[in-house]
């Protein structure tokens, strides 16, 4: 699970680098810090779930690929 998580986590952090860079390339300027958004309507209360239900590593791991999922559909 771990290994999973920390593939996620660099695959993402390469993503947003391209795309900041892609940005700044165009004349932009990038939002390189995380969605308020999607913190406060999905990741914050996912994670509170998680945390109420005691952590368990299977609830952990749902929510590490739900959130993959979300990432890739977007």
């Known amino acids: ?7 996620f986590r660099d ?10 860079s892609l940005t700044q390339e165009a004349g932009g300027t990038p939002f390189d810090g995380p969605n308020p958004v999607v913190q406060a309507g999905v990741i914050d209360p996912a994670v509170k779930l998680v945390a109420d239900n005691g952590n368990k590593p299977e609830d952990v791991l749902f929510l590490v690929y739900g959130l993959e999922e979300l990432a890739a559909e977007t």
């Open 1 to 7: 699970m771990a290994d999973a998580a920390r593939t």
């Open 11 to 20: 695959q993402h952090q390469e993503h947003a680098e391209l795309f900041i």
